[in-house]
């Protein structure tokens, strides 16, 4: 998803044509198919075609459930029996592993033992895959520099899916277009601005900055800014994070799982955590915080 730039309206009619034509589009070419993957592994060329059109599809479409969780039937051999099924996003990181093999010219060893868990991919399973796939089986048969050339590039394109999909994944925010919408919302603008009572109950603060982030939400379905897409479709975000970070930190736990009696009154947009005070009641709870605007 492209950043808000001067002149850009979002044309929801447009919007949804263009999801339907992604979904009849993965629906011609993989309904039917079985994605052989030593054979796609074989050469640059067709592996390139096979992940660039997977690519593409996500995205098209990756805020829409349909699209990203698509079903792709594979196997890793003709000779085998077994067919699997992987969500397309999920096939789309596997494919970046696996074209390692490519790169070492050893598409044929490719099996079950090449699957990566992407649903709970880390740093962890990252650096065994280079040691167990890469480094210890080749260190000896290939040339350093071109087993390194082979660790940099799965690093490239990890990286690659961060850069280009942080914004529809809700893991990056651009704090510019919130400031667009609110110089033209003056009711967007006093809501990013909200000040709790430090004196309230801690109920009546729950329920006021949760009636607020309904109301900021619905504005922005209505205006210009990047969230708009996502939340139209339905995908939705975590808001209680969107909540945190553009309207009122609100009160917070400590470690032990009591509310911390002093409210963070401020939002990462507007002034962020401000003092001393706030910046520890924040990190005293941040055990329990998920991701920020993780797709829900």
Known sequence: MQNIIEGFKFDEVEYWSQIEKTKEEMKELYDTQVIVVQDILQKKKIFNQVFDDMYEFMKRGFEVEEIRKFPIKYKFDHKSIDIYEMEARHMITNLLFWKTLLQLEMPDIIDETYYIDAKNINNRMIKNFIDNKIIIPFRYKIETEKLNKIIHDLLYRLAMVSNDFNMIMGMSINMESFIEVANKNPRFDEIIRT???????????????????????????????????????????????????????????????????????????????????NYYIDATGLKNKPPMLAIA
């Open 195 to 277: 000040k709790v009572d430090p004196l309230a109950q801690p109920v009546e603060i729950e329920n006021t900055l949760n009636s607020l982030m309904n109301e900021e939400i619905e504005i922005l379905k209505s205006e210009e800014n990047v969230l708009k897409p996502i939340l139209c479709s339905g995908a939705g975000i975590k808001d209680q994070q969107l909540r945190e970070f553009s309207i009122n930190g609100g009160l917070k736990p400590d470690l032990s799982g009591n509310t911390v009696p002093v409210p963070i009154n401020s939002n990462f947009l507007v002034g962020g955590l401000s003092n001393i005070i």
